[in-house]
């Protein structure tokens, strides 16, 4: 399922490449959690004693995103840049970001969905 969202994505990031730029698009990303929290986190340890948060992979990602769309002209908004147990705002919060930036599209990435 989440590999047909990622083609639908991309599929519509190419039709916008080739038949128009993202010029006055408003996206906001979302990019999931906030802090290291382990109630709403997950913390997987991997080979080597390297540790992943999913807040932190999640927000590794919407920078690349944000990158990549304000590259094709959208104006983005994020609704974390940080990420420290402040960052973690309520889902109410994070879709007054949105409304309040005049979003056209809102995503919120997670990687915790199975």
């Known amino acids: 399922m989440r590999l047909k969202q990622l083609f639908s994505v991309i599929f519509i990031l ?32 991997l080979p080597y004693g390297i540790i992943f948060w999913e807040s932190e992979g999640n927000l590794m990602t919407a920078f690349h995103e944000r990158d990549l769309l304000q590259s094709l002209g959208a104006e983005v908004k994020m ?7 402040s960052d ?9 970001i ?9 995503h919120s990435n997670h990687t915790n969905a199975g």
């Open 14 to 45: 190419l039709v916008n490449t080739v038949f128009g730029q993202l010029q006055d698009i408003k996206i906001c990303i979302d990019p999931g959690h906030g802090g290291h929290n382990p109630s709403n986190d997950r913390k997987i340890t």
């Open 79 to 85: 609704t974390r840049t940080g990420n420290d147990d």
């Open 88 to 96: 973690d705002i309520s889902l109410s919060s994070r879709v007054a």
């Open 98 to 106: 949105a409304n309040a930036f005049g979003a056209d599209y809102f």
